[in-house]
């Protein structure tokens, strides 16, 4: 009886290592490897006029939000935040919070948006199409560059849970005609397995002509690693760095928007050095095992005559480890992570976190006014 108990569990455990090698052999081989650069296709594109040019000495609105994938509303909490879930409990409720989104994105009547964490058909979202949904109620040139393809995700380890097929990206939608937009794989991964799960971070490079310049308007949407030990952000940073070098050497106006997952410089005070170090965030970190957005470096970019577009006196984005609290706010966690990076001949004339108070997402957007200096 012993034996034949034994060589039950050993065939049920066969069968389970059986199961799992194929699914990670099935992961390595469906797994999404993009070009390190690909020319997206730009839908609903306008006629290549003057009329649709972007003009110089004019404020333009441009409007970054995270969206969560519409599903990391006030009630959610995430797994990697410390939470517990990754899905939303039903498809009526995702549904609720695109049309909430929609809403904020119709009343801000931005010039450009420049969206993170859209799904299209993704089991996490119960299959919405929410890149077909802001397409149609803005009706504006729109592009997806894909950073998260996965054919199944297998966490967290809950049944019901599991996020599952992940078909996502960000999105840059236009009011201008757009010259092109290019996707742009950046560096850094985590280590396989791991990898197979996770996402490809990318930046999405739009260009627009400016009537009556030689020069281009470029506009970057990013959204960089949050949960890695910082290095991959470093490496993230350094390639924008280049990039965003090579735009203003040819004398472009360049605008470098999205999530960062970074405390931007003003919302945080470093004294001290190495071992000693001591970090002052604006929305202080209350507890040490919390998620921590790394200050973002500073000195490059104010040497190379960048400005950061950010406002503090709103939070940005809030930590996911438990619903939003409406009744104690003291027991939320809060971060300055969104905003923009634009080069010394744009004008900033206004930036303003919106206080949606995360009713739809986890993220506040940002809206910036600029004007492109002749």
């Not at 992961?27 to 609903?44: A, I």
């Not at 405390?263 to 004294?271: H, S």
């Not at 206004?350 to 986890?362: A, I, M, P, R, W």
Request: aromatic share 10%; proline share 3%; charged share 20%.
């Amino acid at each position: 009886m012993i034996k034949k108990i034994l060589k039950i569990i050993l065939l049920l455990l066969s069968v389970v290592l059986v199961f799992a090698i194929g699914f990670i052999l099935t992961l390595q081989v469906t797994e999404y490897n993009p070009e390190e650069t690909v020319t997206l296709s730009v839908e609903n594109n306008l006629d290549d006029a003057d009329s649709s040019y972007v003009t110089l000495d004019t404020t333009i609105r441009i409007l970054t939000f995270n969206t969560g994938y519409a599903s990391l509303s006030e009630t959610e909490d995430f797994v990697m935040d410390g939470g517990v879930k990754g899905r939303m409990d039903s498809l009526e409720e995702v549904q609720a919070n695109i049309d909430g989104i929609t809403g904020i994105l119709e009343s801000k009547s931005a010039d450009i948006y420049l969206l993170q964490e859209v799904d299209q058909i993704s089991d996490r979202s119960y299959d919405t199409d929410q890149y077909s949904a802001y397409e149609d109620a803005l009706q504006m040139p729109i592009t997806i560059g894909y950073n998260y393809r996965v054919l199944f995700v297998p966490f967290p380890f809950e049944i019901g849970q599991m996020m599952g097929n992940v078909n996502s990206g960000i999105v840059t939608m236009a009011n201008y005609h757009v010259d092109s937009a290019t996707r742009i794989q950046l560096p850094g991964s985590f280590s396989w397995p791991l990898r197979l799960a996770n996402l490809k971070r990318c930046i999405v490079v739009s260009r627009f002509s400016i009537q009556g310049s030689d020069k281009e308007f470029i506009v970057i949407n990013a959204h960089l690693s949050a949960y890695d030990d910082g290095t991959m952000r470093l490496q993230e940073m350094e390639a924008v760095k280049s990039i965003l070098s090579e735009e203003t050497d040819k004398g472009n106006y360049v605008l470098l928007g999205g999530d960062f997952n970074q405390t931007f410089p003003d919302a945080v005070e470093i004294t001290g050095s190495g071992d000693s170090q001591s970090l002052n965030y604006h929305y202080a970190l209350k507890d040490s095992s919390y998620w921590q957005a790394f200050p973002m470096e500073e000195d490059w970019f104010i040497n190379n005559g960048f400005q950061f577009g950010v406002d503090i006196n709103t939070p940005t984005c809030r930590l996911l480890n438990q619903p939003l609290d409406l009744v104690n706010e003291e027991n939320n966690q809060y971060y300055v992570i969104d905003g923009f990076i634009v080069s010394s001949n744009i004008s900033i004339e206004l930036v303003q976190t919106q206080n949606e108070g995360f009713k739809y997402s986890d993220h506040n957007p940002v809206l910036i006014e600029i004007r492109l200096i002749p």
